[in-house]
Each structure stands twice: as C-alpha cells, then as structure tokens.
C-alpha cells in the first residue's frame, strides 16, 4: 500500500480514500480494492479535506472513496482522470452532481449501510431527552444531585420531516413505543402512515425528528417561523445534515424556554464551536450518525464494491 499523500512508484492505478477512519475496525474494504489491482491513497490530514486539500489527494486517482469533502464543480473540473465517486455515507449533498455528470463521472453512495446505527441513535436522543438524561448526568458530576421529573415516549406524537429509508424505520422503531406518528415528505404518498404538510406537522408534534436533504433552493428548512409553530415544550432532533435547521433562531427558541429540548448531531460549520454548548437543553454529538461499528464497516466495504463496479472491476 502506498503512504498517505505520497506518489505511488507503482503503475497501478490510484484510488482516493478521504473519510479519515477508513479501513479502521476491518481491512476487507482495502483487501478488495488491492485485489482488483489499486493503489489506495489515503487522507494525510485526518479530517474533512478543503477544496484545495481535496485537488491534491485526488490528483492522479481514478476513483474516489469519498466522505463529507466538498467535490464541487471546481474541484471535479479539475480532476480530469477522475471516472467515479463512490460516497461512503447516505448523504450527497458534497457532490455536485450535474458536474459529475457532464464530466462522465459515475456517482454512488451506500445508502443501506447506516440506517440502523441513524434509527438506534435517534431514538435514544428522544429517550435522552424527555427523560433529562444528560443533564441530571452533567448536574451530578458537578455536585448537583437533583431528581428531574421526565416524560415517557409512550402517548407522544413523533413529526418525522423526510420519510424515505431512515425516515420509515426511524418510524417503525418509535411505533411499538406507543408513540403516534405522521411525516411529511413532498416525493412520498400512499403509505399507511398519516402525511401532514410542515406547517400541519411542526403545529402537531411534541417530538420533530430530521430525516430529509437540504432544501435545493438554499436556506434553511427550519428556521425562526417553524420553531415557533411548534408546540411549547416540544423537542428537535436533527441526525439529518447541517444547514437543516437555523441555529441562531433554536438557541433563541431554547433559552426562551419555547422548546423543551433539543438534541443536534449534524451542524451548520463542523466542528461546531457556537453558543449551544451553552444550553443545559440540548444534547450535542459530533456527526456520529453512521459512527457504529458494524454499520461503518458496512458503508466502507458497500462504498469500495460500488466504486470497483463503476471502474468495471466489480
């Protein structure tokens, strides 16, 4: 294997590998792109590459393994040996698609591979949060033994904003919860599940939950109006993407005690360094939606078969 950020002295064709733990909890993705005869190149930073970072690691390679850094239409141009992108991850909001297209470029992701982990993690964000589990546990640590009175998820209503792969089994988890559920999602109908428009939904739910893309207009999907539709006392979950939700007008929402609660996991500029660690409310992960195990090595070997069959070696 080559060393990161290095020329390869082999005639081997190159492979980019940007997410920075690849290959970390099990060799099989590495095993299978060597053995379709590629030189992997891995990420020498360690962290989400810049546009610049991401020209530089994928000069030369004829695919790509890639994470969350931006592969715009800049960088695709610039990248004239490039013939696939395969996303380890759901997401493809770093890809300019139509680029990737007019330059020929095959684009996939692995959509199947982080479901459970994003259902598990969703579900126990709510648990955390009607019972103040976070809190009473930051409260103990500093001294402060004090019993919070919590909620049961049993009764409450689940709005879940997006209801394709993960928005249904987000649904499937909280139903034998005896939680009532209803989603909107503008490309889906017919299910048995009862679809609300947004505004019928934020005015609905004791509990909104995030499953969907950004908006490809721009802005934010949840903003100052839509927090203040919901319910006093409701709670946000966003495992979805960053940008989804304004964070200014949900720090306003949560230290006017409009919303109980809310737990964040995806941000708008990651790492995320603004005024919601502050709040005892809100409940803040560093983007690990996918970050299990068994789902990691998953999406990892999932992404590297879709890359092999997009370069015809699958």
Request: net charge neutral; aromatic share 4%.
């Amino acid at each position: 294997m080559k060393q990161p950020g290095k020329p390869s002295m082999t005639d081997q064709p190159r492979i980019a590998v940007t997410t920075s733990s690849f290959a970390k909890f099990s060799q099989e993705p590495m095993r299978l792109m060597t053995a379709a005869g590629y030189a992997p190149v891995l990420n020498p930073h360690g962290r989400k590459l810049t546009e610049d970072e991401a020209i530089e690691v994928l000069s030369g390679c004829v695919g790509v393994v890639a994470g969350t850094e931006p592969l715009t239409r800049r960088v695709l141009t610039a990248l004239s040996g490039l013939k696939a992108i395969a996303r380890c991850g759901t997401g493809m909001d770093n890809v300019d698609q139509e680029a990737a297209r007019e330059l020929g470029m095959a684009v996939t992701n692995t959509p199947d591979g982080p479901t459970l982990a994003v259902v598990e993690l969703t579900l126990g964000l709510a648990l955390d949060l009607v019972r103040d589990v976070t809190r009473m546990d930051r409260e103990l640590r500093s001294g402060i033994w004090k019993k919070r009175m919590g909620r049961t998820l049993q009764g409450k209503r689940l709005g879940v904003v997006g209801f394709g792969r993960i928005g249904r089994a987000v649904a499937r988890a909280f139903a034998p919860l005896g939680v009532d559920i209803a989603y909107f999602d503008p490309f889906v109908d017919g299910l048995d599940t009862p679809k609300k428009s947004l505004d019928e939904l934020l005015v609905w739910a004791d509990i909104l939950t995030l499953h969907c893309s950004k908006p490809k207009e721009g802005g934010h999907l949840i903003g100052d109006r839509e927090l203040r539709l919901m319910p006093r006392g409701s709670w946000l979950i966003n495992c979805a993407r960053g940008g989804l939700v304004d964070e200014t007008a949900l720090h306003a929402a949560l230290a006017e005690g409009r919303l109980a609660g809310a737990a964040l996991d995806v941000f708008e500029a990651e790492p995320y360094v603004g005024p919601l660690k502050d709040l005892d409310s809100v409940i803040l992960t560093p983007h690990i939606g996918s970050y299990a195990m068994e789902s990691r090595i998953t999406m990892e070997v999932d992404a590297v078969k879709n890359l092999l069959a997009s370069l015809g070696k699958g």
